[in-house]
């Protein structure tokens, strides 16, 4: 099943400013005919330079966002329908880059009762829930602690157990490791990827981070609101000089590996890690 549809999907946003004649109004397009199609099941990375329009399409896969034109469908539903609404935020949920907007209570497995809660759900199966999310981000010894005192790994770890507890089928990540050391960025990347292998749930991660990027099972790049790119990891990395022309880097060893075969040394071009590399140097010697 497709878990994330989106059909020619344009967004406007309207900048109010004023000048000596009033108020005037500029559209910015910030998303220009994006087709996607997200199966059920993928982990799936966009890549995009600032201000390309990567969180205007993740906050339509919330329905926080309605289409300007074009459509985006979360299992089949439109989020232009309003009836779907509380449908679709259970089946997508976000997490967002800043830990700290987003715990809303001061003890851990109060914040993490708080979606199930919104949602009606029986005490019984929200004290269940709520269990298995801490469970599930490995954090059950937190559940009592206020997340003032987590780091930022931990709190992320919260905030996407808030999201679990809403059973999702698909968690949608806006540079979520942006604000966190490399301690807490691999922390919540394992989590993520634990949740996309052990529990099958369809991950659309939005990062910065390359070596994040390397571990998906596909690629988008977004630039100037439109879909350039699409791909398995390797595809994409291995085009070195498009990337920078999108003002986006490369893995670190997929660069070194580019940078030597301008050199004339004849390495694969779709080197993505250490190991990969390794075992191209030691056939490259093998020939010389
Ligand atoms: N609320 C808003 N009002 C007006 N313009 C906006 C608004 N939010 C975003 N934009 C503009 O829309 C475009 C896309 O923004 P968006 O935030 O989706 O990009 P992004 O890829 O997430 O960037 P970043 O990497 O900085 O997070 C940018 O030109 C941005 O300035
Ligand atoms: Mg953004």
């Known amino acids: 099943?497709?878990?994330?549809?989106?059909?020619?999907?344009?967004?406007?946003?309207?900048?109010?400013?004023?000048?000596?004649?009033?108020?005037?109004?500029?559209?910015?397009?910030?998303?220009?005919?994006?087709?996607?199609?997200?199966?059920?099941?993928?982990?799936?990375?966009?890549?995009?330079?600032?201000?390309?329009?990567?969180?205007?399409?993740?906050?339509?896969?919330?329905?926080?966002?309605?289409?300007?034109?074009?459509?985006?469908?979360?299992?089949?539903?439109?989020?232009?329908?309003?009836?779907?609404?509380?449908?679709?935020?259970?089946?997508?949920?976000?997490?967002?880059?800043?830990?700290?907007?987003?715990?809303?209570?001061?003890?851990?497995?109060?914040?993490?009762?708080?979606?199930?809660?919104?949602?009606g759900v029986e005490p019984s199966e929200i004290r269940k829930r709520v269990d298995e999310a801490l469970a599930t981000v490995r954090m059950e010894q937190y559940a009592t602690y206020s997340p003032s005192k987590l780091s930022g790994g931990q709190k992320q770890r919260i905030a996407i157990a808030g999201v679990l507890a809403m059973k999702p089928d698909c968690i949608v990540l806006d540079e979520p490791t942006a604000m966190l050391d490399p301690v807490g960025r691999k922390e919540v990347l394992e989590t993520i990827r634990r949740l996309n292998r052990e529990e099958g749930i369809t991950i659309i991660l939005i990062t910065h981070y390359m070596d994040e990027a390397v571990q998906a099972d596909r690629v988008y790049v977004i630039d100037d609101g439109k879909l350039v790119m699409e791909g398995v990891p390797k595809e994409i990395f291995s085009q070195v000089e498009r990337l920078q022309g999108y003002g986006l880097d490369v893995p670190q060893v997929t660069e070194v590996a580019y940078l030597l075969r301008k050199e004339g040394i004849d390495l694969p071009a779709d080197i993505l890690t250490i190991e990969e590399m390794v075992g191209a140097i030691c056939q490259y010697k093998s020939t010389i």
Not at 13 to 31: F, M, P, Q
Not at 48 to 58: E, I, Q, V
Not at 70 to 87: A, P
């Open 1 to 119: 099943m497709n878990m994330v549809k989106s059909e020619h999907l344009t967004y406007e946003y309207t900048r109010i400013t004023e000048d000596a004649n009033g108020e005037v109004h500029e559209k910015i397009t910030a998303l220009s005919d994006v087709n996607i199609t997200i199966e059920q099941g993928e982990f799936v990375v966009v890549l995009g330079h600032n201000g390309s329009g990567k969180s205007t399409f993740a906050k339509h896969i919330n329905a926080l966002l309605e289409p300007t034109k074009g459509t985006l469908c979360v299992k089949d539903m439109d989020t232009r329908n309003g009836d779907l609404l509380w449908d679709i935020r259970q089946s997508a949920g976000m997490v967002f880059q800043n830990p700290d907007n987003q715990l809303v209570a001061t003890i851990v497995e109060e914040d993490i009762a708080f979606g199930p809660e919104n949602m």
